[in-house]
């Protein structure tokens, strides 16, 4: 099932459920195994070690359940909302065991950059801040609904990816020639921005908020009007179930920056690009700024987390998107942040 809805759409939403996601008492969940990598370097040698040892640790009923051919038309059925409203394939955080689970957290840190690891981490536990509103029951909000699938057969020798989400994170990455080939499509959002769980202090997505406004605030007041993008729209353009769609350029062009503004730029791109293991991010910051004239910024509000925000950065093989909404779904978030950003290359969702 594809669902897409705007935030002031989940406000009326809430009434709806699509489904009773597996709920576990999972304690231990939050915070999430410290980033380790007891496969070698995050890449995709590491990742094909990694879960292999996951694989082996799971009966062939439960791999049915989320193994997938490559080009399975699943693989396009993401969402970032809550398992209270929409449906997921795959297997959850919460149907594992402990064991399981331990070695799914290897597999994604083996998988990802530290970057990408941390934003797992800070997203889930901005589901645990979210598991005891009052909305939560009926919106499932729990870090146990994250869900993993596997599409194709993981191989050094054949393409595969895999997906790792649930509300508020959508992770798709691909793998070939045992190498990450591309994160694309990748949504990391989160609510609220700024809070505490368990004893630990988050501030997620705020970098990604605040990257974006130094590239702002580097701008002349000419070149910030031209970097204007206009309304604050309700939701990211190219989020889930907008495969293909490509905006219209808006915003100023990086030619017409300076060298501190281009580091500027580069430096926010990076805050996603770093997502994924160096052995592509390296590659990928290389290519897009040897292509950095042909990328455009724009922006529209400030860097107060609970203000209406929107920065989109584009280029040929480029979508960035990050949106803060300016209002809260979970009474509990009390103005503390609501982020939606998405990542994309164009010429390669999914690995095509």
Not at 124 to 147: C, G, H, I, V
Not at 259 to 285: C, F, H, Y
Not at 316 to 341: D, F, K, R, W
Request: one cysteine or more; charged letters at 20%.
């Amino acid at each position: 099932m594809k669902v897409l809805v705007t935030t002031a759409a989940l406000f009326l939403a809430t009434s709806v459920c699509a489904h009773e996601a597996p709920i576990h008492e999972h304690t231990e969940l939050v915070p999430i195994p410290a980033y380790e990598l007891p496969y070698g370097p995050a890449s995709g040698a590491a990742a094909l070690r990694a879960v292999e040892a996951f694989l082996a640790r799971v009966d062939a009923d439960t791999k049915a359940q989320f193994m997938f051919a490559l080009d399975s038309p699943i693989r396009t059925k993401w969402s970032n909302l809550p398992a209270g409203i929409v449906d997921r394939s795959g297997i959850s955080v919460g149907e594992l065991d402990d064991e399981q689970r331990k070695l799914l957290f290897a597999f994604l840190a083996s998988s990802l950059g530290q970057e990408g690891y941390e934003s797992v981490a800070e997203v889930m536990a901005a589901e645990t801040f979210l598991s005891t509103d009052r909305r939560a029951k009926r919106l499932q909000w729990a870090p146990e609904n994250y869900w993993l699938s596997i599409y194709g057969t993981p191989d050094a020798n054949a393409p595969w990816g895999w997906q790792f989400g649930g509300h508020h994170l959508g992770l798709n990455i691909s793998i070939e020639g045992n190498r990450v080939e591309t994160m694309s499509p990748t949504f990391v959002g989160t609510e609220p921005a700024i809070f505490t769980v368990n004893g630990m202090d988050y501030e997620a997505v705020r970098d990604m908020h605040l990257s974006g406004y130094a590239v702002y605030t580097a701008l002349d007041e000419e070149q910030q009007a031209a970097a204007h993008a206009g309304k604050v729209p309700e939701d990211v353009l190219t989020g889930p179930g907008n495969d293909g769609r490509i905006p219209p350029m808006i915003g100023l062009s990086a030619s017409e920056m300076t060298g501190t503004q281009r580091a500027a730029l580069l430096t926010a791109i990076n805050e996603w690009v770093s997502i994924q293991p160096d052995e592509n991010a390296k590659l990928r910051m290389a290519e897009l700024a040897e292509g950095l004239e042909e990328i455009s910024f724009a922006w529209v509000g400030t860097d107060e987390v609970n203000t209406p925000t929107y920065m989109r950065i584009q280029g040929p093989t480029l979508i960035i998107e990050m949106l803060s909404t300016g209002g809260n779904v979970g009474s509990s978030a009390q103005g503390a942040g609501h982020y939606h950003t998405m990542y994309r290359n164009p010429t390669k969702d999914y690995g095509k």
